[in-house]
Each structure stands twice: as structure tokens, then as C-alpha cells.
């Protein structure tokens, strides 16, 4: 063999050269990768679920237990504070009387009503400035509106007294603020019983 490559290489005649190969190459990194699931509008199952408002990187969590029960729009913040409203009965309050309760963050009180009410309830709130608020529902079956926590009763077009197995003439519903006035939408029950969508308009009707 090393006869014959010295004899080529004497007749001028070039060796091939090796050529050059290239290949493909990949960069393997480290990266969060976000994988979208997809699921029926049917799931088959059950599963408790807790949901709890955020405010201000704090969770505030409020027991739907027997002696607090929450209005259908119990729920207002304020740059940062929250506020719950609904009903609850007292300690003392052997006859189970129901009473307008609030909470600020964790805090639960019962709002002041005058001497001779014996049953109240939240039902609307709007909460503004952090520290104020503005709170409709009822005070012994009568429109009322409690501002800063301060109880107002409101008058009704058909002023009367309950009877027979009355317990509602009227409620405030939903309650919010604008230019200095007050603003509150319910409804009265009149003489003949039917229920009357009403607006007060800093508590007149």
C-alpha cells in the first residue's frame, strides 16, 4: 500500500480531501411554560369550594353560620376595607329576634335601632372613603337607612300600622350616594297589599 501511495503521489495526481460535515444544532434552556386545558361545560362530581374576597394581600373569611346569615348584596370595599352586612341574632335574644348586623374586616356589630324596634335587617350597602358607609334594609318592617351607622327610618307614601300577620311595609334595597344626596330604591306594601317599587331621594319618596 505504501508502494502504491508513493507511486500516485509521483504521477502528480491529488488525493481527495475529507469534506467538511455539519449538522444541526438545539439550545436546551430553562422556561415557564403555560399549558391551556380545555374542559366540558359538564363535569361530573362534587367538590367543597371556599371563596374568599382578597383585599389588600389579606383573606377575610365569613361563616355562614346559624347566627349570621348575609344580605343578597352583602359585600363593599373601600380603598382596602371590607364590609359584609346581613342579619344575626344576639346573644340575649331569647325571643330570636333578628338584628342588622355589619362587619368591618373581622370586626361583627349589631347597628343601633330605636328603643321600641325589635327586629332589623341589612340589605344594601355602599362604602366609600374607606371609613364611611352608607347601609339600607329595615327596622320593624319599615324602610330604613343607616348612615356611618346612624338609623334614619324612612316615611312611605301609605303610612300605617302592621297587622294581622304583617311583618314588612317596607325595605330599602339598594343605596348609593352622588352629589351630597342620598339615593335609595326599594318598595312599600300599600292598603291593598301590593308591593310599590319606590325611590327616596334623601329619604322622602
Known sequence: MFILAAIVGSCGVDMPKE?????ETMIVKKSDLEVPVKFSAKMKGQADVTIMPQVSGQLMKIYNCHDFIPATHALAVSEGKCYVIGYGFGDNNADGHYLPVLYTNYKKE????????????????????????????????????????????????????????????????SVTKCNEHIYAAGFEVDYNKTSLATLWTDGAP
Open 19 to 23: 469534506k467538511q460535515s455539519s449538522f
Open 110 to 173: 349589631f347597628l343601633p335601632m330605636p328603643g321600641a324596634a325589635i327586629t332589623g335587617e341589612c340589605r344594601a350597602i355602599y362604602a366609600y372613603d374607606r371609613d364611611h358607609t352608607i347601609i339600607g334594609g329595615i327596622i320593624g318592617g319599615l324602610p330604613a337607612v343607616w348612615v356611618d351607622k346612624e338609623y334614619e327610618i324612612y316615611s312611605v307614601s301609605c303610612p300605617r300600622e302592621l297587622s294581622g300577620n304583617e311583618y314588612l311595609i317596607g325595605s330599602v334595597e
